[in-house]
């Protein structure tokens, strides 16, 4: 069974930092396309990056790039979204999804919500101006 829970998220004023964490079991990081996504209020969910950590690329979306970076520890089994430079606009609900064995995911569609089959519960980001 796949679950993936995150955690790390909280409010800020524009300009601050935040680190999530996307505690993930019963799925390997190295050979899932794992993403992250967020959803604000009124708008659809979007794709805001993406990694296949076993030689596959790093996408990010082009509102997050230079900002946001993706990282993971393998011995827990934890995929990293460290988001600087934080804007209002970056205030949303941010979840956390995985493909099981997903290279293609990542190679062809990484930032594509009905591509992920596994979803977190999410955690609130919200930037104060």
């Known amino acids: 069974q796949v679950t993936l829970v995150e955690s790390g998220g909280g409010s800020v004023q524009a300009g601050g930092s935040l680190r999530l964490s996307c505690q993930a079991s019963?799925?390997?990081?190295?050979?899932?396309?794992m993403g992250w996504f967020r959803q604000a209020p009124g708008k659809e969910r979007e794709g805001v990056a993406a990694?296949?950590?076993?030689?596959?690329?790093?996408t990010y979306a082009d509102s997050v790039k230079g900002r946001f970076t993706l990282s993971q520890d393998y011995v827990k089994n934890i995929l990293f979204l460290q988001l600087n430079s934080l804007k209002p606009e970056d205030t949303a609900m941010y979840y956390c999804?995985?493909?099981?064995?997903?290279?293609?995911?990542?190679?062809?569609?990484?930032?594509?919500?009905?591509?992920?089959?596994?979803w977190g519960q999410g955690t609130q980001v919200t930037v104060s101006s």
């Open positions: 019963g799925v390997g990081l190295i050979t899932s396309c």
């Open positions: 990694v296949y950590l076993g030689g596959g690329s790093t």
């Open positions: 999804a995985a493909v099981p064995y997903g290279y293609n995911t990542c190679a062809n569609e990484p930032l594509i919500v009905s591509a992920y089959e596994h």
